[in-house]
């Protein structure tokens, strides 16, 4: 099966942090060094952020990877088609 390329725009994201306090602080302090994810302020375990790049994909996986991250949910996804990425040339 052939992947559909994601496209698409800017995004919200709720990151769920793990309990495990150094985990939690391990993960948050990587996460706000990306330079396509702008981190809000943390809220208990929850550390809302905006995913800003041509592909969010490998930005979303990269979230996920983290042993300090529980889960990731997309809160707001752009569909106004002047703030989603243009197809990348083959």
Not at 19 to 35: K, N, T, V, Y
């Amino acid at each position: 099966m052939k992947k559909r390329p994601w496209r698409n725009g800017p995004s919200g994201v709720v990151v769920t942090l793990s309990r495990d306090a150094g985990l939690a602080a391990q993960a948050e302090g990587e996460i706000r060094c990306h330079a396509a994810i702008e981190a809000n302020d943390r809220q208990g375990i929850y550390l809302p952020c905006a995913l800003i790049a041509d592909n969010l994909r490998p930005v979303h996986e990269w979230l996920e990877s983290h042993p300090g991250v529980q889960s990731v949910d997309v809160v707001f996804a752009a569909t106004e088609p002047e703030l989603i990425s243009e197809p990348e040339p083959r």
